[in-house]
């Protein structure tokens, strides 16, 4: 436990008091600067420096997730809407379930996915509809039944691989780097690997270190690999969907807290573009760039930005690998500032992939540094404080966007 708070303090320990905020290009998570800038508690108060200019931060709840008053106005604003009401986990099951019964090549393989039904209960009811054959369980073995899974693909089937936590899918990092990202190429053609990889990630509530990876940054770097990652129950049917119907393996992520997200999607069916990003809020002064669980951190903060007078535009990217530079783009052009705000660790993380892309594409349009908040570089302590302190809290998105907006 001392390590872990040694770690933590570590990352939020600053090089020089002296330093402007944009010096480093960073935004650090939990930022504590000892002299003329900031400190933002996990608490979500503001405490000013010694020269810090500014008020402080509005009260936010530290874990924004889905408030069971946000649930309950969500329904009640959409119980006239045509369609149905889905959790994320079922939608993920309606979409599974479609494509089954449309594409009798579709199969699941996984640890208990079978009369279990997984751990999330992504697969319920799917093994007594089409058989044990094509919702196979598997042994707890993720290296071997991976590695069966891209073999059936290269042999005509289109697998859905469940990864129990996205965590335990570290064991298999060699089948899916060496064999599902690069089998196409090495091949000169003649084998598809038309599989996707899913499973539930992020940090959970108190699920310790091993059970709150967020794996994006250790494959975003693999060649042939498409990544997309699922925020709303809509989006999770759309891109689950997609993900089957591709020819590209295909990683799905999906957040252990976002399970239980209630919408209503539409009767009619409906395939998600997999390379497109999500307009979630229109604005002007600052563009957002987020997904997964952070959006509901996100749009929490813009609230509060919005009762301030800022105007910020928040996009969930979506598709992780490749990223939609055009919506992306179009974005930076009108705003001319970025904050983005992820989950996934600082170092080589999605956010820093980004920003090398953003300064790339389109840095003559920036009036500042790209800003990124992500979670600290330590392991997710068990203890519920110091977890909340490891992730971007909505008090930090609000007084990144009043710096980055001045």
Same mark, same amino acid.
């Given at each position: 436990?001392?390590?872990?708070?040694?770690?933590?303090?570590?990352?939020?320990?600053?090089?020089?008091?002296n330093?402007s905020?944009?010096?480093?290009?960073a935004?650090?998570?939990?930022?504590?600067?000892?002299?003329?800038?900031f $400190?933002?508690?996990?608490?979500a108060?503001?405490?000013?420096g010694?020269?810090f200019?500014?008020?402080r931060?509005?009260e936010?709840?530290?874990n924004?997730?889905?408030?069971?008053q946000?649930s309950a106005?969500?329904?009640a604003?959409t119980?006239?809407?045509?369609?149905?009401?889905l959790?994320?986990?079922?939608?993920?099951?309606?979409?599974?379930?479609?494509?089954?019964?449309?594409?009798?090549? %579709?199969?699941?393989?996984g640890?208990?996915?079978?009369?279990?039904g997984?751990?999330y209960k992504?697969?319920?009811?799917?093994?007594?509809?089409?058989?044990?054959l094509? $919702?196979?369980?598997?042994p707890i073995?993720e290296?071997?039944?991976?590695?069966?899974g891209?073999?059936?693909a290269?042999t005509?089937l289109?697998?859905?691989v469940e990864?129990? #936590?996205?965590?335990?899918?570290?064991?298999a990092?060699?089948?899916i780097s060496?064999?599902c990202?690069?089998?196409?190429y090495?091949?000169?053609?003649?084998?598809?690997?038309?599989?996707?990889?899913r499973?539930?990630?992020?940090?959970?509530?108190?699920?310790?270190?091993?059970?709150s990876?967020?794996?994006?940054?250790?494959?975003?770097?693999?060649?042939?690999?498409?990544? %997309?990652?699922?925020?709303?129950?809509?989006?999770?049917?759309?891109l689950?969907?997609?993900?089957?119907?591709?020819?590209?393996?295909?990683?799905l992520?999906?957040?252990?807290?976002?399970?239980?997200?209630?919408? !209503?999607?539409?009767?009619?069916?409906? %395939?998600l573009?997999?390379?497109?990003a999500?307009m979630?809020?229109?604005?002007?002064? %600052?563009t957002?760039?987020?997904?997964? !669980?952070?959006?509901?951190h996100?749009?929490?903060?813009a609230k509060?930005?919005? #009762?301030?007078?800022?105007?910020?535009e928040v996009?969930d990217?979506r598709?992780?690998?490749?990223?939609?530079l055009?919506t992306?783009?179009?974005?930076v052009?009108?705003?001319?500032?970025?904050?983005? $705000?992820?989950?996934?660790?600082?170092?080589?993380g999605?956010?820093?992939s980004l920003?090398?892309?953003?300064t790339?594409?389109?840095?003559?349009?920036?009036?500042?540094? $790209?800003?990124?908040?992500?979670s600290?570089?330590?392991?997710?302590?068990?203890?519920?404080?110091?977890? #909340?302190?490891?992730?971007?809290?909505?008090?930090?998105?609000?007084?990144?966007?009043e710096?980055?907006c001045?």
């Amino acid at each position: 436990m001392a390590a872990i708070i040694q770690g933590i303090g570590a990352a939020t320990a600053l090089s020089s008091p002296n330093k402007s905020l944009f010096a480093n290009n960073a935004l650090r998570s939990f930022t504590e600067r000892k002299a003329n800038l900031f $400190v933002v508690k996990s608490d979500a108060r503001l405490r000013s420096g010694l020269n810090f200019r500014g008020g402080r931060a509005e009260e936010l709840i530290a874990n924004a997730v889905a408030t069971k008053q946000d649930s309950a106005a969500a329904a009640a604003s959409t119980s006239s809407k045509p369609g149905h009401e889905l959790l994320l986990f079922e939608a993920l099951q309606e979409g599974l379930e479609e494509e089954m019964e449309r594409d009798p090549t %579709v199969c699941v393989m996984g640890e208990d996915v079978g009369h279990y039904g997984g751990s999330y209960k992504v697969t319920k009811g799917l093994a007594t509809k089409y058989g044990d054959l094509r $919702v196979l369980d598997t042994p707890i073995a993720e290296n071997s039944f991976t590695g069966m899974g891209i073999g059936a693909a290269m042999t005509g089937l289109r697998p859905v691989v469940e990864g129990m #936590n996205m965590g335990f899918l570290l064991l298999a990092f060699n089948q899916i780097s060496n064999n599902c990202g690069m089998l196409h190429y090495t091949s000169g053609g003649q084998f598809k690997i038309p599989i996707v990889i899913r499973g539930p990630g992020g940090v959970g509530r108190q699920l310790g270190a091993e059970h709150s990876q967020r794996l994006e940054s250790y494959f975003q770097s693999i060649p042939g690999i498409q990544m %997309v990652a699922c925020s709303t129950p809509y989006n999770a049917k759309g891109l689950m969907k997609a993900a089957i119907r591709s020819e590209n393996p295909v990683i799905l992520f999906e957040h252990v807290l976002l399970y239980n997200l209630k919408e !209503r999607i539409p009767d009619e069916e409906y %395939v998600l573009n997999l390379e497109e990003a999500e307009m979630v809020r229109p604005g002007e002064h %600052v563009t957002i760039l987020t997904y997964s !669980r952070m959006r509901y951190h996100v749009m929490q903060a813009a609230k509060t930005l919005m #009762n301030k007078g800022y105007d910020p535009e928040v996009i969930d990217i979506r598709s992780l690998k490749p990223f939609d530079l055009h919506t992306i783009g179009n974005s930076v052009k009108k705003t001319h500032r970025v904050l983005i $705000v992820e989950e996934c660790m600082r170092t080589g993380g999605i956010g820093a992939s980004l920003t090398a892309a953003i300064t790339e594409n389109f840095h003559d349009y920036l009036d500042a540094p $790209v800003l990124c908040l992500s979670s600290q570089d330590v392991p997710t302590p068990y203890a519920g404080t110091l977890e #909340n302190w490891t992730v971007v809290q909505p008090a930090q998105i609000v007084t990144a966007v009043e710096q980055l907006c001045k």
